[in-house]
């Protein structure tokens, strides 16, 4: 059954949103290029040191967003509580990134397979609820390790175009050793849109997304409430806290049996979202959880298909 229009304006966005998740030239991040991306990511750290210890958030998040009108980016900025080895170990296999952008709400499947020398990363989206994958977007992602240092992890994904003529989308992770059992880690995601992207945005917000809010807060109303971004932004800022909620799930359950890992998965993920019910909460636990065991079932078939190709 096709989408309806609320359906293609919820995925739609999320999607232009989310798919700049995924794209970066990999002549930008070429081999000559890894020591000083890692020498400039440490002397980030301690800029942002007092940011990441006291902030509104609760957890070690430092957030950047821009928007100029025609292109779009964010930063996040965090330290996970775990050696840089274990990360540089997990975090390099596309299917880790499967798993991570799967728990998401508007993401029904993940799936990546070989084709010739790189990795394809494949996503389908489309609304919050329970959706088959061939009712969803399907995009394909090029999942590329820029950098496998033994004190350095650049990885990238490209997609050149995407849904309604956007162009340009990029994902960038980086992460560094901070001492031997924390990493300091950096995501970061931008596209850039022309008319129809920026029209597609204008109407989810003068509709269904007119009441979503960001993290930052850029001001404060006459009562000291705090107001924070809104509009795509504020988008920008949800689904990069989304992405590091799911990095931070996979490393949590890494270790987990794998007939208990994916319940554990669910759960973590979820819990982890209900920090930040203004922002983050879209739908009850059971909900969440009976639609991802459903669209996980359909991801497994669909992995098993791209395997044989």
């Known amino acids: 059954m096709g989408l309806n229009r609320k359906s293609i304006l919820q995925s739609t966005f999320f999607l232009l949103v989310l798919a ?73 296999s596309p299917s880790a990134w499967c798993d991570i952008t799967s728990l998401m709400l508007n993401i029904k499947a993940s799936t990546c397979c070989k ?6 990363l494949t996503i389908y989206t489309g609304r919050k609820n329970y959706q088959p994958p061939k009712d969803a977007y399907k995009q394909d992602f090029d999942f590329h390790v820029a950098a ?29 050793p901070l001492d031997e059992k924390r990493t300091f880690m950096h995501f970061s995601y931008d596209y ?67 007939d208990r890992k994916f319940e554990e998965q669910l759960n973590r993920w979820y819990d982890l979202t209900q920090q930040f019910p203004l922002q983050l909460y879209d739908e009850e636990k059971e909900e969440y959880l009976a639609n991802k065991r459903r669209e996980h079932s359909n991801q497994l078939v669909l992995q098993k298909e791209a395997g044989k190709g």
């Open 115 to 120: 084709v010739s020398d790189h990795w394809m």
């Open 192 to 258: 850039s849109c022309g008319f129809f992207a920026r029209a597609a945005i204008k109407t989810y917000y003068e509709t269904i997304g007119h009441d979503k809010k960001g993290f930052s807060i850029i001001a404060f109303d006459k009562n000291r409430n705090p107001v924070y971004q809104c509009g795509v932004k504020g988008a920008e800022e949800r689904n990069a806290v989304r992405c590091y909620l799911g990095i931070r799930t996979y490393m949590d359950t890494l270790n987990l049996s794998t």
């Open 20 to 92: 700049g998740v995924f794209v970066c030239s990999r002549s930008a991040f070429a081999d000559s290029e890894s020591s000083s991306g890692a020498k400039t990511l440490l002397e980030k750290y301690p800029l942002l040191e007092s940011n990441l210890v006291n902030n509104q958030f609760g957890v070690p998040i430092y957030l950047e967003s821009k928007d100029d009108g025609s292109f779009l980016h964010v930063d996040l900025y965090s330290i996970l509580d775990y050696p840089f080895d274990g990360i540089k170990e997990a975090i390099q």
């Open 148 to 176: 496998l240092e033994p004190e350095y992890l650049d990885i990238v994904l490209n997609s050149k175009d995407g849904p309604f003529f956007t162009k340009d989308h990029k994902i960038r992770f980086e992460a560094v």
